[in-house]
Antibody
Framework: QVQLQESGPGLVKPSETLSLVCTVS????????WGWIRQPPGKGLEWIGY???????NYNPSLKSRVTISVDTSRNQFSLELTSVTAADTAIYYC????????????WGQGTLVTVSS | DIVVTQTPLSLSVTPGQPASISCKSS???????????LYWYLQKAGQPPQLLIY???NRFSGVPDRVSGSGSGTDFTLKISRVEAEDVGTYYC????????FGQGTKVEIK
C-alpha cells in the first residue's frame, strides 16, 4: 500500500519561501508523476504542479514563476518550494501520486496546513 | 488556461434518491491516444480527496456501481443512482490532459 506523508513548517512569514517534503513509502517513485495540490481553508482544490521521477516538471501557469518541485529518488521523496509567499498562500498542502499510466491522484497524503503570517 | 465549471455548487438529496452533477471544461480532455482525461473525486470532511472515476466513466477500485460517470467532448456528468449517507461530501471534477484543473466543487448533503 503506497503511503504519502507531507512534512515542513506550519508557519511561514510573508515574502519568505514555503518548503515542504513528501515522503513516499510502500512503493517506488519510479515510472510515476508526483504532484502537489493545495486547498485554502474552506475553499476548493488548486493544482500546483507535478514532477516525473526522472525530474521533468509541469507547473500551474498561475504559480509557475514562484514554484519549484524537485525529486530525490534515493530518499523516495519529492519537494515543493514556493517563493515570495503572501497570506493568499495559506492552505492545506497535499502531495499525491499523479500519473503512472492508469490513474491521476490515486494516492494522497493527509495534507499539512501552512499558514503565512508574521 | 483551462476552465472547469461544475453545476450545481450544492445539492441536498433525500436518501435513496438520485443525484447528478455536471462538469464542463473549456477544452476537450481528449488525448491523441484516444483516452479522455476527465476525473471525479470525493472529498469527505477532514480528509484528502479520494478518486472515484477515471477517464470519464471508469470506476476506481472499491467505488460502488451506483456511482457512474459519462460524457464526451467538453460536457461530463457524475450520477449517483441512490444517494446514501456515505456519499456526503464535496465532489470535484478534474481536467487532466497535460495540466490539471479542478472544478469549483459540488457540496452534497443529505436532507
Amino acid at each position: 500500500q503506497v503511503q504519502l506523508q507531507e512534512s515542513g513548517p506550519g508557519l511561514v512569514k510573508p515574502s519568505e519561501t514555503l518548503s515542504l517534503v513528501c515522503t513516499v513509502s510502500g512503493g517506488s517513485l519510479n515510472n510515476y508523476h508526483w504532484g502537489w495540490i493545495r486547498q485554502p481553508p474552506g475553499k476548493g482544490l488548486e493544482w500546483i504542479g507535478y514532477i516525473y521521477y526522472s525530474g521533468a516538471t509541469n507547473y500551474n501557469p498561475s504559480l509557475k514563476s514562484r514554484v519549484t518541485i524537485s525529486v530525490d529518488t534515493s530518499r523516495n521523496q519529492f519537494s515543493l518550494e514556493l517563493t515570495s509567499v503572501t497570506a493568499a498562500d495559506t492552505a492545506i498542502y497535499y502531495c499525491a501520486r499523479d500519473y503512472g499510466g492508469n490513474y491521476v491522484f490515486d494516492y494522497w497524503g493527509q495534507g499539512t496546513l501552512v499558514t503565512v503570517s508574521s | 488556461d483551462i476552465v472547469v465549471t461544475q453545476t450545481p455548487l450544492s445539492l441536498s438529496v433525500t436518501p435513496g434518491q438520485p443525484a447528478s452533477i455536471s462538469c464542463k471544461s473549456s477544452q476537450s480532455p481528449l488525448h491523441s491516444d484516444g483516452r479522455t482525461y476527465l476525473y471525479w473525486y470525493l472529498q469527505k470532511a477532514g480528509q484528502p480527496p479520494q478518486l472515484l472515476i477515471y477517464e470519464v466513466s471508469n470506476r476506481f477500485s472499491g467505488v460502488p456501481d451506483r456511482v457512474s460517470g459519462s460524457g464526451s467532448g467538453t460536457d461530463f456528468t457524475l450520477k449517483i443512482s441512490r444517494v446514501e449517507a456515505e456519499d456526503v461530501g464535496t465532489y470535484y471534477c478534474m481536467y487532466a490532459l497535460h495540466v490539471r484543473t479542478f472544478g469549483q466543487g459540488t457540496k452534497v448533503e443529505i436532507k
